[in-house]
């Protein structure tokens, strides 16, 4: 249906995307409540937020964006929570062979991870690097991509050898896990705004994620959650 | 491509935004051409400013400046009820303020090289300014307005990333084609993306071809 | 008795010339060498070009006094004018031509005044050429029914009959003629022709470089 | 901003990219006003195409056709010794196709309204056609010629979303300006954004003053 | 002898001529009414208008030959032409207007022989002048020396002397006359002015609308 706005819409960082649409199936069967999704870079999102968009909950892979739209006065403070915790994967193009670990990159041509100027998950990519050491002698082989589904899109197209993405984002494909020791945390983060704060739907949607199957179904696509 | 709202939203949009920015754009380029001062070309390239910056970060100022936050954003909701921003509203102003320098710049260029001698010789006529510039100075420059309305056109119906910091991405709301698009392919949705680009262009031809063709000089 | 008054100097860069002369009803003609000014005086009447100083005046209408920094538009100063180019709006037909140069009435009106022109000049048939395509000739018809088009107090005309053959130059002087006499216009026509001179001329301005031009017999 | 090297590339690509787009664009310019078909208008119309993509789509499709999988790629990787994409080549041709279809379309306009009588005359006077278009065509379509190229130079100095696409963003290699400061306003970061965005305007306008006074006609 | 023989028809939307005649070495006038068809001629040998049907050859050189779809381009048919309307690159001044049309030599004798030929025409003052601003008869000295500059087979002169006073037009005549003679040229002259064609005409060709126009005496 074109013009019939959903019940709530969910502004939400790209890595997610996979996960919260079949949720959101879940939601609609179950309760006949329709999610409408703006996927999109958390900084661009949050700029919208904060500048009277009409979204109902605003969901971002980087705490402090949140934090910051709870400051500002666009979000309901009780509502905030960190829902799951997003991993790091390491894929690689078609033809070239799976990297066995992080260690081994220097033997691969580009590698494209998240810009960690803003994206979260190129935050961790980069302090995985760091702490493996690799990432100055990296640093000229990199490609910084807008976002985690850019990087994945530059691995598919073949430009860069390796990509270090979101887990989320290619769980049903060949990858190797990054061990979630070599980062801090992704905290997954979600707030209902205040333009929400009346809408039921929008507390539903959040209760969902928080289900046993809204865990399932994250679980399912690499986040880790607190176990059920 | 099952869903054609956003195909129905980028026409609406672009042709509204062409519009306005045509009418505007020549306004404009009209007082700059006849304005005889070297500031013409200062101003001239300040108008064009829009340009140089990166589509988001243009929209992103245009989202301070007319947001809920600002006092733009604020006049035009007590006025009209709703704000501006995240509303199809907002995707025209976006379309617009894209699709301006083109106009302005190339109108600008054509009106100032219509030769003054023909432009006095209608005004001994007797024909008031106004009337010089409809019969004389603007039919001369028709076809340099043309090109600007074409680029212009072509940038509003094209423009993603102002459109969507000041409209945002709303499904059957506010999405238009180039947003769609772009979403089609973050989605990894290669079909849906070909598709978009596909119609995206064959509406950009057409209206291209007739827009030319209206503005060529004819006898 | 109504006149035209010229007083000024009109200068451009690395030429000038003083003309002073007054205008009566009637044909006055402006003759000398080529470049010495004869255009630029009509631009200045036409009010295209500003005097460096002087006064330029209908009656007590001021044209322009550049003392006082006084110009009045060409819109305002009810002329009517042929280029010694011929100048027409080549977009335009011939008849929108000859229609925009009409000062009053609704589009219908001045249509059918500009048709009406156009078969005094002898050019009823073009109204609907194609007007850069006219001939030397046919433009000089097209221009010279313009610039009487519009029921104008002064006519100013430039060489207005260079193109034409003999036949058809002594048709258009009759048609002056007989203009200027019925609605009471001053003319100040440009030209090297002497049949014109002995034609039209009530007076005769010489040009000569260097002088002050006035009236002369 | 603390760090220069993203202005200076984004000169450096700007400018080599308005040079070629200018001398590309008016030579396609040229021979689609000359060419007396109606082919010519559809043709205008495609090669106008790049701008209603969204750049990210456009970015895209050049990759596909240049990266290093693409036969085209592959050749120039033979011939230079490295990739095109991913590199300050690959930014400089990004914006070159970004600029493209401005300078095309302006210029196509200038050009079609010269007089072909004046043309005509300097045939007859025994110029040769590459002496006719020297010396009478593109000076009376100078004025239309300018608008085009600065309105190019802008695009191509604010080209952000088909240079990430196709020359990557890796600071200090292939991250212009125009990148750095949309990777500001993504991170929030207010202060730089606005900086740079200021540098990319000041540079702009000192850049467009001097191209419309280049192009605009004397005598 | 050199000739040029001209037997064509030319015809525009709602116009046809149809010219036939030979220019020998000299002067031949082409005279008769405002849109008779002379300018349409003239375009027709400087290869600006593809004749209809019919021939133009210079001797034995084809300049077009309308059957077998021949035409010259107008750079291969060493014609100097001055146009009624002068026609002049208002864009460069009118030394390179002149320098333009000479055929040979590397710029700095271009320059030099485009300088005597605008001494000849009595315009070297106007060298460097803003062509735009040259009064009418300005533009057509400079228009003559453009057209004459070239060293060409065949001269086209549309009206070369309408804008010029009597003095200049006498002048002029005489150059053109030498000129002819002295090389040897073949030179169409349109002209309404009968003191043009006491002076000039070899021969002239008659043009009368809705007739075969050819050469007279
Ligand atoms: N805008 C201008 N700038 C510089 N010089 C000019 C300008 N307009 C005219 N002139 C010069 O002023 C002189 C007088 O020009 P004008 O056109 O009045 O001559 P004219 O008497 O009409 O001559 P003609 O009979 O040849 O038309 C000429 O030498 C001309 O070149
Ligand atoms: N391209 C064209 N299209 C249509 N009609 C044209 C075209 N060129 C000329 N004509 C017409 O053809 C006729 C002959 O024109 P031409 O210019 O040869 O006349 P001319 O003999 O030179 O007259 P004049 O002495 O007035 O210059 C005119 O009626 C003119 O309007
Ligand atoms: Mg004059
Ligand atoms: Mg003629």
Request: hydrophobic share 50%; with cysteine.
């Amino acid at each position: 249906a074109s013009d019939a706005r959903g019940d709530v819409v969910v502004a939400a960082a790209a890595d997610t995307r996979d996960a919260f649409n079949e949720i959101a199936a879940q939601l609609s069967e179950r309760d006949g409540i329709t999610v409408e999704f703006v996927f999109g870079s958390s900084g661009l999102l949050r700029e919208q937020v904060l500048n009277g968009a009409p979204f109902d909950v605003y969901v971002s892979a980087n705490v402090a964006f949140v934090d910051e739209v709870v400051q500002a006065g666009a979000g309901v403070a009780e509502s905030q929570r960190q829902f799951a915790v997003g991993r790091l994967a390491l894929i690689s193009a078609e033809g070239v062979a799976l990297p066995a670990n992080l260690d081994s990159l220097s033997q691969f041509g580009r590698v494209v991870i998240a810009n960690p100027a803003h994206a979260p998950y190129g935050v961790a990519a980069k302090e995985a690097l760091q702490s493996l050491g690799d990432y100055g002698q990296l640093a000229s082989r990199l490609i910084l991509a807008d976002n985690v589904a850019d990087a994945v899109r530059i691995v598919d197209a073949g430009e860069a050898d390796v990509g270090i993405v979101a887990l989320s984002l290619v769980i049903g494909r060949a990858h190797v896990e990054v061990p979630a020791t070599l980062h801090q945390p992704i905290r997954q983060s979600i707030v209902i705004t205040t333009r929400g704060a009346g809408n039921d739907a929008a507390r539903r949607f959040v209760e969902a994620l928080e289900s046993q199957e809204g865990r399932a179904v994250l679980s399912r696509y690499g986040f880790t959650v607190d176990s059920p | 491509m099952n869903d054609w709202f956003p195909l129905w939203l980028s026409l609406r949009v672009s042709v509204i935004a062409t519009i306005v920015a045509g009418v505007l754009g020549v306004a404009i380029a009209y007082v700059l051409a006849k304005w005889r001062s070297r500031w013409a070309s200062l101003v001239e390239a300040v108008v064009t400013l829009p340009i140089v910056l990166p589509p988001t970060v243009l929209g992103y100022y245009l989202l301070t400046l007319l947001g809920t936050r600002s006092s733009l954003g604020q006049s035009w909701e007590s006025l009209f009820g709703s704000p501006l921003v995240f509303t199809q509203s907002g995707a025209v102003v976006a379309a617009t303020v894209s699709a301006l320098p083109f106009v302005i710049r190339a109108a600008r260029a054509a009106i100032s090289n219509v030769d003054a001698r023909v432009e006095e010789s209608a005004r001994v006529m007797g024909l008031a300014e106004w009337r010089v510039a409809r019969v004389v100075t603007l039919p001369l420059a028709a076809r340099g307005i043309g090109a600007g309305i074409a680029l212009g056109f072509a940038r509003a119906l094209g423009d993603f990333g102002a459109t969507v910091m000041v409209a945002g991405n709303i499904p059957g709301q506010t999405q238009t084609l180039p947003v769609a698009v772009y979403d089609a392919v973050q989605a990894g949705d290669d079909a849906t993306a070909r598709t978009g680009s596909l119609v995206l262009g064959a509406i950009a031809v057409v209206v291209l071809v007739f827009v030319t063709q209206l503005f060529a000089r004819r006898r | 008795m109504t006149s035209l008054l010229v007083d000024v100097r009109v200068a451009v860069p690395g030429f000038a010339v003083d003309a002073k002369f007054a205008a009566d009803v009637g044909v006055t003609v402006l003759a000398g060498p080529s470049g010495s000014g004869k255009s630029l005086t009509l631009a200045a009447v036409s009010g295209t070009l500003r005097p460096m100083r002087g006064v330029i005046q209908l009656d007590d209408v001021v044209y322009c006094d550049a003392a006082r920094d006084v110009h009045l538009r060409s819109q305002n100063r009810l002329l009517g004018m042929a280029y010694q180019h011929a100048a027409l709006l080549d977009h335009r037909s011939p008849l929108d031509n000859v229609a925009l140069a009409v000062r009053s009435g609704d589009t219908a009106t001045r249509r059918t005044v500009a048709m009406e022109t156009l078969q005094r000049v002898g050019a009823e048939s073009l109204a609907e050429a194609r007007t850069r395509s006219l001939s030397g000739g046919e433009r000089q018809r097209v221009a010279l029914a313009r610039a009487i088009a519009g029921n104008p107090r002064v006519l100013l005309l430039d060489e207005p009959f260079s193109s034409l053959d003999l036949a058809a130059r002594a048709e258009l002087r009759a048609l002056v003629k007989s203009l200027v006499a019925e609605r009471q216009l001053i003319a100040l026509v440009v030209t090297h022709d002497q049949a014109d001179v002995d034609a039209l001329a009530d007076r005769v301005v010489r040009y000569e470089p260097g002088r002050t031009v006035s009236a002369g017999e």
